[in-house]
């Protein structure tokens, strides 16, 4: 089982940077890709960032330019970098990692932008 810990959340004023984290830990498991979700009140969870083991890397239309996703040396780390923030950007952020055998989420972690 794998086990996903995000952090680095907060509150920040618009125009404010962030950056978030997220290790995962547990035995024998191998990672495909990684991405950053979000899900903001009253609406349904969608991709922020996704980046793949080969180093491929997309984006959500709204936060191209603004957002960076990148992995650690560790290769069990993912951050999303995330700079001129909006109020919009208020949401819970969750880190999700695919791999055989596995599709695992982490806890969320919340993001608070204010005008």
């Known amino acids: 089982q794998v086990q996903l810990v995000e952090s680095g959340g907060g509150l920040v004023q618009a125009g404010g940077s962030l950056r978030l984290s997220c290790a995962a830990s547990?035995?024998?498991?191998?990672?495909?890709?990684m991405g950053w979700y979000r899900q903001g009140p009253g609406k349904q969870r969608e991709l922020v960032a996704g980046?793949?083991?080969?180093?491929?890397?997309n984006y959500a239309d709204s936060v191209q330019g603004r957002f960076t996703i990148s992995r650690g040396h560790a290769k069990n780390t993912v951050y999303l970098q995330m700079n001129s923030l909006k109020p919009e950007d208020t949401a819970v952020y969750y880190c999700?990692?695919?791999?055989?055998?596995?599709?695992?989420w982490g806890q969320g972690t919340q993001v608070s932008v204010s005008s």
């Open positions: 999700r990692m695919t791999g055989p055998g596995h599709d695992s």
């Open positions: 547990g035995s024998m498991f191998s990672i495909d890709a």
């Open positions: 980046i793949t083991s080969g180093g491929s890397i």
